[in-house]
């Protein structure tokens, strides 16, 4: 890639990114567009809906900007939960190490790759230069100057280390900090058993009622059992859906009653008869569905505490004697609970995990044919051999640099984007009982997807397409990342700006939900009431940032010029987010930032891939003596890992004893405790089997069937 | 090697065999050996000592035999513990897995391994005949017969696997029982902190007291705080030493007044005044050193609670906010404390264990050149080239057959005997506090130290010297490894016969012991009182045996002929081991069968190597359809070593909530108890602070500075 393709691609995205700003900061002022761009404000109605028409609202302002940035901590933490913050602190954390990534390289390092001479340059023609020779490629080979890229590795190393360690402290803090300040919440008193093993002739509940009233007398103050209630779920829902065509139909059917509309009418009249039919089979069987809900009692139930020591106790200790019966773990909040998948046994548990590792190991090897294939788009010459009648469309100058500079990369962008709900789908069958729980596990997925799929089919595709034998020669790995990787530097400079500042400028323009909240404004009269407040897809925006992350941090020494462009990313990112947090997403349930351990593990891994790579090109660049002096370097790394596992993970995992006592005390004289412990008991109820589901429709005439019957 | 040599080292070592059976059956009859052949039951004063001579005991018996067959495993349980049933288990699973194997072995593949005839061989000359020619080298390529051997593959592996589920279940199931019977012991109470804080002005008995009566006010019953004090039991030995010898001297001097000793007398008073001096200096540095005692508390205490359930629960939940203080883990028994290593700090403990890695690693690489040199020996044309010399004395048949059969292993035996001492050193220093961690630990060591040192270096040298090469190219490992462990069958069925066998019997005839106590019965006049009587030294028997079940699995397809020699070796350590815990070693502590997990992992390991061998040899055979069968065999051996980890480790690691409270209200009503808790609060002292370590030299006349002060 030359540098005036880069530069067309800068400027189509910063054009775009230009267009989307002035776009949202005027279309959000329209009261119409609330529900798209502040749907939380609007749910939570903290907006006045201001009718009257100024000229203020057709110009663009940058006042969002303004909100978004003085927004405090504290603010964020009461808005979006630590979860949020984490969120934001990822931005900074990234802020703060590409700063002195792009002090040192910009500054120290670029100026080095460009005076080398190692690729024939034509000075003249500086548009025309390839961007290779502002990279480590350009350094003549067993050259001096080397030594400072082998310091920058060091110097980085140590840095990134120091903030990582910082970082991690401060979130474990403030996880604590968050957890003493929390009033008594449901999931901190419970736990969910699994594997309950029963005797003949009595049931799950009398099963757990004696073994926790045996060995948990001082503690136990409640169970609900978990059922199979998929079926039930499903067959409500389809009944509510009739019920509520039935109910329009029929209101219509009132207001209508002329002569005019008798041949539609009789139409009408047929489609009711059949709707109500339909309805009463339903009901039917819901009416069978909840009879026989007892015998479909699944061995796994939700157990509650007085204290939060008492669950915590019932946690971490073994109950059972046979581990794979009594399996406990900590409850997640009720509004978090997955519940139809509740998988029964153990073992099915077991093979289940086994089948979804297979299934994403499959996922991520039929990707790489498709990637290898775009990755083809930036060899035009490939292109031209593939498709012959291209040639002539190919040789316009702007269609060649846009093929080369924009399509791959959003080719790759859009099939990218249906990777994180797949793996969501494939986490929530690994039985995980949380909706955080199958995030988490996604967001870990799509990372490593995202790393093995862009990064390593990249960088290896043009030099070995079958990766897997690759991995099977350790001892060649450097060499040939360190031959691969500032090959494709060009490609991934281009990716930053089009991938990364697309994908961030179109979060704030929420392109899709705006055409999306198009007809429904047209068409329905009538605005419904339930609006949806999503909380942010985590699964999806994480793995997009962290790359970006592993892209900085891996291409520091090779090829410094894409620091500057991933600042820009990082600092629109963190604006944007900011303003979606405050205006957008709201929070469905807290993990208490249970993601950071994910971001700290690509951090590390991105630093040993760097020093890795910075082993082979020392030692392709005839300084043998650096390669080797390299190696402690990933060692070391590696060792600060270990310690940081130890130091902070076991935090970010659960709480200590102390802790948990601390706060179970402070509560032991609270007058609402009485009141809580109460609601505990119905807290983990079965939205199927819980009337507050449907407290939301009171405002229509339920149909009676719709109640659910006390089990 | 050829069929004579083999019948030679059988021979010889039949012989030997029957020479120690023979002689052990004697001596163990002179009342002068019982306290080298049953120093157990001399300490248990079990023994009636006849004085009288018979003719009875000049004959040789196999009184023995019967006795060690005889014993049930109940007494065997109560004579050696857990420990020792799961020892003598390790030789009846494995006897049961090699039963199977050789049925198969010998029965089916040997016939069809012979009959082939792909090595070019002289049917007239049996003794002459290679043993290669019984291996399954000599099966035609491409033959329809390998298909058996691939049945013999997953028939075998399936019969070890439910064997290995099958004796899992009743280890667990026994060590369940055996914590249910126990009476209370002090480990069962008391837990290990490490990691203690300190608030300035403040000690660290105050801090724990603190800590406990606050966070675990109901179970909390006492705490010791470990003191350095590995220089005051250095002083008090060598202090002890010099008491005993000038009290000799003094007796002496009594005794022998008399004028014909007068110039003799001069320099015994001489000597007599030089060591009374020592003392008195000696116990100077004590008196300095105990008075300095209270400032060298290490931040480490053990701590006891009133019931086992409160000790698990403190074990078991991160106590203090910072998961790298108030560390836990379960105590081990008082007997059982290594006193001399209490690493104070949490980084401390770390980095040891991380240098301990490197030394072991380093170990294990130096020790290879020595094996690869031994190696040699196997091969007479190497040996000559190397030692021109000896090309004479090598032509004599006799020489070359006892060189090739029986020297190699021998001084691979004897090197290998120094090995688990230094394992033992090694894991002392990586922080373990009790003897039986460090043993198990060691073992672990020495298991993956003789397999990796005698099986891969033995099959790897004679094709790829520099074995790290090999494991960088992991496709490459099946063939390598089917090319070079077949051809070392003949090496290792010699190691069998000779390593094997002879350490066994050898086990039985205490050689070196009772070579000891010949001058000691000589020349000291008064026998001394304290007997020691020893426990199994864990790390080195259990590594020998299971390095011939990894043997033996590994070469249950390729040489079957190893087979029936690995039968006579467990037949004759099952009953030989049973006899030693009879009469010669005592239990000094009780792990409840943790080592189990060692063997269950070498077995897995086994087995999936034979796997990977197989997936080889079939290649080699020309029969990749078989190889490519092969490949699901490990794949579903190592899920089944999954589930087992699941199943059983927790029980082997610790013992279920269940368990505990059940015990604990067993006790509850104990009038015992009361007598036991006090008891407990002293339990944990260090002996060297302990007045009961001089009470075994009561009879003596103490000096009263060797009574510990109160502190």
């Known amino acids: 890639m030359i540098l005036s393709a880069l530069l067309t691609s800068v400027g189509i995205n910063l054009g775009l990114c230009f267009l989307f700003f002035t776009l949202y900061s005027i279309l959000r002022k329209q009261p119409g567009n609330l529900r798209v761009y502040a749907p939380r404000l609007v749910a939570e109605r903290k907006l006045k809906q201001k009718a009257e028409f100024n000229l203020e609202r057709l110009l663009p302002s940058a006042g969002w900007v303004k909100r978004a940035w003085q927004q405090s901590e504290e ?114 008193f419970t736990i969910l058993v699994r594997g309950i093993p029963v005797q003949a002739g009595s049931s799950f509940s009398e099963s757990i009622e004696q073994f926790f009233t045996e060995y948990h007398p001082l503690t136990y103050l409640s169970h609900t059992v978990v059922r199979q209630t998929s079926k039930l779920q499903q067959l409500m829902n389809t009944a509510e859906k009739l019920y509520g065509t039935v109910d329009q139909l029929k209101s219509e059917e009132r207001t209508s009653q002329g002569p005019q ?159 994180p709900p797949i793996m969501k789908i494939l986490s929530s069958i690994q039985g995980y009982i949380s909706m955080s729980e199958i995030q988490k596990s996604a967001c870990n997925k799509v990372v490593w997807f995202t790393i093995w799929n862009i990064f390593f089919a990249n960088v290896l595709s043009g030099t070995a397409l079958i990766q897997v034998n690759v991995f099977l020669e350790p001892k060649k790995i450097p060499t040939l990342l360190a031959e691969g990787v500032p090959a494709q530097a060009s490609f991934f400079i281009s990716y930053v700006v089009t991938s990364g500042w697309t994908s961030v400028s179109s979060e704030l323009f929420q392109l899709v939900n705006l055409i999306w909240s198009l007809p429904r404004r047209v068409f329905s009269k009538k605005v419904a009431d339930d609006l949806k407040v999503s909380s942010i897809p985590y699964e999806s925006e994480v793995p997009r940032i962290l790359f970006f992350v592993v892209l900085g941090i891996t291409y520091f020494i090779l090829a410094p010029l894409i620091l500057p462009f991933l600042l820009v990313y990082f600092c629109m990112g963190y604006l944007i987010f900011r303003n979606q947090l405050l205006n957008v997403y709201a929070p469905k349930y807290e993990t208490g930032g249970k993601y950071w351990s994910i971001v700290h593990n690509s951090t590390i891994f991105s630093l040993v891939l760097m020093q890795i790579i910075a082993i082979g090109i020392f030692g392709l660049k005839d300084l043998p003596l650096a390669s080797s002096l390299v190696i402690p370097l990933p060692i070391l790394t590696l060792l600060f890992n270990d310690y940081c596992r130890k130091r902070f993970l076991p935090i970010l995992k659960g709480y200590a004893a102390e802790c948990l006592i601390k706060k179970d005390r402070e509560e032991q004289n609270d007058p609402r405790m009485t009141e809580f412990l109460e609601n505990l008991t119905v807290a983990y109820q079965d939205p199927a089997l819980k009337p507050s589901q449907y407290s939301r429709n009171t405002d229509r005439q339920t149909s009676p069937l719709l109640q659910p019957t006390e089990i």
């Not at 509309?261 to 569905?289: A, P, Q, Y």
């Open 261 to 419: 509309r008798l041949g539609l009418f009789g139409n009408k009249d047929r489609h009711l008869r059949t709707l109500e039919k339909k309805l009463e089979v339903t009901e039917d069987s819901m009416r069978t569905e909840q009879s026989s809900l007892n015998k479909k009692d699944v061995p796994a139930a939700f157990v509650s505490f007085t204290s939060r020591y008492g669950a915590a106790t019932a946690t971490h200790i073994q109950q059972g004697v046979n581990p794979t019966e009594w399996v406990t773990e900590q409850a997640p909040e009720p509004d978090d609970v997955y519940w139809p998948f509740f998988s029964a046994s153990y073992i099915r548990i077991w093979i289940c995990k086994l089948v979804v590792y297979v299934a994403s190991a499959v996922l991520t090897v039929l990707f790489l044919l498709f990637v290898v294939i775009v990755q083809g788009l930036t060899h035009l010459e490939q292109l031209e051999s593939y498709f012959p009648f291209l040639k002539s469309i190919l040789t316009i100058a702007f269609v060649s640099q846009v093929i080369t500079g924009y399509l791959p990369s959003l080719i790759l962008q859009l099939f990218l984007s249906f990777i």
């Open 75 to 188: 603010d964020l933490l009461e808005n979006s939960g630590l979860d949020g913050v984490v969120f934001i602190r990822v931005f900074t954390f990234s802020l703060k190490v590409f700063t002195i990534a792009a002090l040192i390289g910009v500054f120290i390092l670029l100026p080095i790759n460009f005076l080398g001479n190692q690729l024939v340059i034509d000075f003249s023609d500086l548009p025309n230069k390839s961007l290779d020779s502002f990279s480590i490629s350009n350094v003549n080979n067993g050259s001096k100057r080397l030594w400072i890229h082998f310091c920058a590795a060091y110097v980085f190393t140590g840095a990134v280390c120091y903030l990582l360690y910082h970082e991690n402290k401060v979130i474990t803090l403030k996880r604590i900090a968050c957890f003493y300040a929390s009033r008594p919440q449901a999931h901190q």
